[in-house]
Each structure stands twice: as C-alpha cells, then as structure tokens.
C-alpha cells in the first residue's frame, strides 16, 4: 500500500521530516512553496496555478474553477493510483475556515483519507478500535449524532455516550497505552502534536 501526502497551501509548520517518508507527495497548487521550505520536490504539482508564481517542471495544470484543489488531487489520485492510503498537510490556515472544514468532512467521507496534520494537533477518524502511544491528552468527537466509545489507559476510563448532551471528550492518558474502541458510530481523534 502507497502512503501519498496531499500538501495544500494552509499555515506552515515544521513536518518536513514526516513528509519526507512518503511513497508520493502530491503538492496542490501553492502546496509547492509549502514543500520547497522543506527541500522536498513533489512527485507532482497539480492545480489552477493562481498560488504559484514559478511552475515547476512536474506541474499539471487544472484550470477547472468548479473544484478546489483538494478535490482536483482526490480525482488525480483515484485515477492514477490503486492501493493508497492518503495524509493531509497545509490544509488549516488562519483565514480559510472553509478549507479546514472541508478537510476535516473529508476525513470522515473518503475512507481512504488516514489522517489531517495541522501545526499543533492530529486528526484522524476512529472506525473500530486503536491503541495510542506517547501521548500525554487527546479528545474524541463524535462524527455523526451520536457515537459510543470505550476508553482504558486514561484518566477517565469506561463507555462513554457522544451525543448533544455530552458532544465531546478530553482525557489525559496515564498508562503508556491507551485503547480506544468505538462501539457504535465512528468518532473523530485529535490528539496534540510537537514537531520538533
């Protein structure tokens, strides 16, 4: 299975590292600036081209203004990949809410879509079960209406009901791994972050 990282043009933060263990990178549009800080050079650049002011050499241009870029390098992906699992980078910035939840929807909506890394936290959706380790806090919300979920390893542990009374949970972890299953409906998990 391919590892691929979308890199869009959101807020910049140190994750150069991590990009760098990728099978494919993929920079959306202005996602190429986000990579070149890096020294990283995208397997390819896709999109209208209104972010960059030098096109590089692998750049794919997509004058389509019915989509945005992240749906552009979905459709790019599913066409010229088979077995892929796909991260989100550069996708939260201080002026477009619309892009951050659109991504965050994503996250639920594509399957394929693993995880959103933002400057500070990591957001992945929980469909059945997953153990985490070295964390120190994290918080779980329910995706759609509702959603329970079975905690051990944390502070407060025990089934817990995600709904409109009790919409989400933050905890802190005191064992060195913390099991979280869903029980009914899937949940989304943020847990911090620290890049350096």
């Known amino acids: 299975m391919q590892t691929i990282a979308l890199v ?3 807020t910049w933060f140190d994750c150069g590292m991590v990009l760098k263990s990728y099978d494919v990178i993929i920079a959306l549009d202005g996602g190429h600036q986000f990579c070149q800080k890096f020294g990283i050079t995208p397997t390819i650049t896709l999109g209208d081209g209104d972010s960059i002011t ?5 750049f794919i241009v997509s004058t389509d203004q019915t989509t945005t870029d992240l749906q552009k390098g979905l459709a790019y992906i599913q066409e010229h990949f088979t077995d892929y699992v796909i991260d989100l980078f550069g996708f939260v910035s201080i002026d ?3 892009h951050t939840l659109t991504a965050i929807h994503l996250l639920y ?3 394929v879509i693993r995880s959103l890394y933002t400057p500070y936290q990591h957001l992945r959706p929980i469909i059945d079960q997953i153990e985490l380790k070295n964390v120190t806090s994290f918080s779980l919300l329910p995706i759609e ?3 329970t979920v079975e905690i051990q390893g944390a502070k407060w542990n025990g089934q817990f009901v995600l709904d409109e009374s009790y919409s989400g949970l933050s905890n802190s972890a005191v064992a060195d791994t913390v099991h979280i299953s869903v029980i009914d409906r899937p949940v989304l998990l943020i847990t911090p972050t620290q890049w350096t």
């Open 54 to 58: 030098d096109k590089p050499t692998n």
């Open 96 to 98: 477009r809410l619309d």
């Open 109 to 111: 909506n594509h399957r």
């Open 8 to 10: 869009g043009n959101g």
């Open 145 to 147: 209406d509702s959603a």
